[in-house]
Every structure is written in structure tokens, then in C-alpha cells.
């Protein structure tokens, strides 16, 4: 059956939505979604949401989205601008990484980590890698293409992000981020703490203790899903088992 997508101005509705809802729960929530002309895909600068203007969003995939894009990089900006240290809306050293673990959590809680989208992010880190060792943009679409078996326009479109403005390493961070995330959930770890503002886990130590020293504050808002049913039951269900991240395809 043929896979349904929508197009930016469909999507740019539902995430209007969404950001709708959080603007209830906090009125000083001010991020807002942009059609653009200027940027690549989807991303998140200083809490505003663009989606490129050729953008195509499998039906599917809409609700996974917008948790990786509104309910973790934009909800963080928005909670570390109401702390007191404001550096936690810029970002500590190497909060990146976690933010993409957290992101693509949010996908697996809302039932959007298909095996198709695990695979995309797998790809990335492959093609990251022969990157750093210095395989040239032809060298890594043919290994995309012909030996992990991407076809053509995947392997391509994969390469293409990863070789963009002169190398762009940042994929390699989504899997690792979310391993770190798993294994902090598995010790009992508060998801609630990593909504603080950007922080990285080795952060969470010192973090706890201001927020007990009531020098930092609790997150302002929190993403809509940790109060649906589904994605709270499998949030438990990874707290009780050792889960890698092969495991969370559904």
C-alpha cells in the first residue's frame, strides 16, 4: 500500500497544534512554527520551528516529529530560558548528544520508531564514520547504496546531509545519545531532570542538587505525551528491562 505524506503547509498545521497546546499550559511559551525557503528538512533555532517549504512528512511519522523536534529541542529551550542560569537554554558542553538521545526516545514512546526510521539513523552513523576516515562523497553513497542495500535516493539523500557544509558529524551523536538515555532510565534515572534546559548527562549530578538547593526550577512544561497511556507504559516497561537500541523497532 502506498505510504501517505503531507506536505509543509499540512504539516506546518499540526505543528501549530501542538505548539497551541503547550502555549495553554504556559502562557510565556513563545515558539512559533515558520515555513521557510532557506533551511534544510526541519530544525529547531532558538525555540522557533522551520520546516523547509519542500518538506514531505509520512502520515505516519507526523506525531513522532513533532515529539523529536517540539517536545524535546523546543521544550528545553523553553524550560532552560525560565532558569535562573540562562547558559541552560544556549547549552552546557555536549548536550547535544542527549538531546537526540531524548529525541529519538520520544519517537519509541509514541510508537514512531519504525524500522525504516531506525535503519535512516543507523545509515547516518555509518556514513559518519566512513566520513572521519576520510572516504570521499561517491565512496560513501556506493557503501550506502551497495553494500548496506539503501536504494539509490536514500543513499544519496544520506551522504548528501552528512557531507553538507563541509561535514556534518552530528548524526553520529542520535544512536549514542540514545544508548547514554536507556542506560540512565534502566538506574532510575528522572526523565522529568533532562527537561531542565540543554544539559548532558554528566550534568544530572549537579543539576539534582541545585534543583534540591531550589536554585534551579522544575521544568516548566513537559512533553504531552508522558501523560498518554501508551507512551507511559512503555516508559516503565524500558525502566524494567535492559532494552538496546535494536529493541525499541516497532
Known sequence: RAETFVDANAFLRHAENELAYYRRQDPEFESCANIRDDVPGLMVIHGQFLIADTVA????????TLQHEIGTHVLTYHNGGRQPLKLLQAGLAGYEELQEGMAILSEFLVGGLS????R????RVAAVDQLVQGANFIEVYDSLHAHYGFASREAYNVTMRVFRGGGFTKDALYLRGLIDVLNYLEQDGELETLFLGKIALQHIDIASELLWRRILKPPRLLPRYLTAE?????????????RKPIDLVM
Do not use: T
Open 120 to 123: 535512516q539513523i543507523a545509515g
Open 230 to 242: 501508551k507512551p507511559a507504559a512503555r516508559l516503565v516497561e524500558i525502566r524494567h528491562s535492559k
Open 57 to 64: 512528512i509520512a502520515q505516519r511519522r507526523i506525531d513522532a
Open 115 to 118: 524500522a525504516s526510521r531506525f
